[in-house]
């Protein structure tokens, strides 16, 4: 219902969507948007739907989940089909269809075609991400009625998805950014167990992020179902299950030096007065130059005022 929201606000203010989201894992994005370009495709004449994701098996789940809706429709809702195989849907005399693909391969897939809407899933984990990107935004034209709606789990600093998700946050693109954390499912709950006691950094997590003791809880047995020691947050919980958005991309792959508890500590801290602290000039000097090197960042700061 929040995507729902945010991707209507969005239709109704441009005509079109574009929208990249990062998520916590289950859901259900995969199923709304495949519900949402099954209900496009066949309302609307001419309307060519295509997903991308990451494997095969995550192509057939979403395709069988569009398969099933289309077979479950009422039969007067269910429009006869012109063609169907493996891997698409083509609807008889509306001139639209729904196709799947996987990016496994280099060549980039959506050149050369033309589609309306378009769902990129698990985007951090495709191969061949960004020939992938170019050629299914060159399919895509940013003209009324058209959506385009990229979705991951995240996977690390770097690559494509991080890189347009940081666009996106800053403005820079034509995607909206939107976050979707493990707090706001209600299935992620579960009853208190009689040996189930939380620990120190469990008790500052669920402080930090307002979870009720059930939320806690459920952490506690998912933490540990991936990997995680019994009070120690693993990094893969923070991956598979972020709170924020910070602490998906800064916690994933491996243990950080400084945790996305320690920065949102920080951002939430109200400091005191600071015109008595010492002047320090700070300094982070760039590895490398050039095309593909860093900036060198000064700062000039008197406490925590810059």
């Not at 991951?152 to 034509?174: C, I, P, R």
């Not at 939320?215 to 991956?239: A, D, M, V």
Request: proline share 3%; hydrophobic share 35%; aromatic share 10%.
């Amino acid at each position: 219902q929040q995507l729902h929201t945010k991707l209507e606000r969005q239709r109704e203010a441009r005509g079109l969507v574009r929208a990249i989201i990062l998520k916590a894992r289950r859901l259900g994005v995969s199923t709304y948007v495949g519900a949402r370009f099954y209900q496009r495709s066949t309302l609307w004449r001419g309307h060519q739907a295509f997903i991308l994701t990451h494997e095969d098996s995550a192509t057939q789940t979403l395709f069988d989940m569009v398969k099933r809706m289309h077979t479950n429709m009422p039969a007067d809702y269910r429009h006869a089909l012109k063609a169907a195989n493996e891997n698409e849907l083509d609807f008889a005399d509306t001139e639209s269809g729904y196709r799947v693909g996987t990016a496994k391969n280099t060549a980039g897939l959506g050149r050369g075609k033309t589609i309306q809407l378009f769902h990129g899933s698990e985007v951090a984990f495709w191969r061949g991400a960004e020939t992938h990107f170019a050629g299914v935004m060159k399919a895509m034209s940013l003209v009324e009625g058209t959506e385009g709606i990229l979705e991951s789990t995240a996977n690390g600093v770097g690559g494509t998805f991080y890189e347009q998700w940081g666009l996106a946050e800053k403005g820079q693109s034509d995607f909206i950014p939107i976050f979707l954390p493990w707090t706001i499912d209600p299935d992620n709950r579960r009853p208190l167990t009689s040996d189930y006691e939380p620990r120190l950094e469990e008790e500052e997590y669920a402080r930090l992020y307002k979870l009720d003791a059930e939320q806690l809880c459920w952490l506690h047995y998912e933490n540990i179902t991936l990997g995680g020691k019994p009070g120690r947050i693993c990094s893969l919980f923070r991956q598979e299950n972020p709170a924020t958005a910070a602490e998906a991309f800064q916690q994933t792959g491996t243990d950080s030096f400084i945790t996305g508890e320690s920065i949102l500590r920080a951002r939430r801290f109200t400091a005191p007065h600071q015109k008595y602290l010492p002047r320090v000039l700070g300094v982070d000097s760039a590895r490398s130059i050039g095309e593909t090197g860093d900036d060198t960042r000064i700062v000039d700061r008197q406490g925590r005022r810059a």
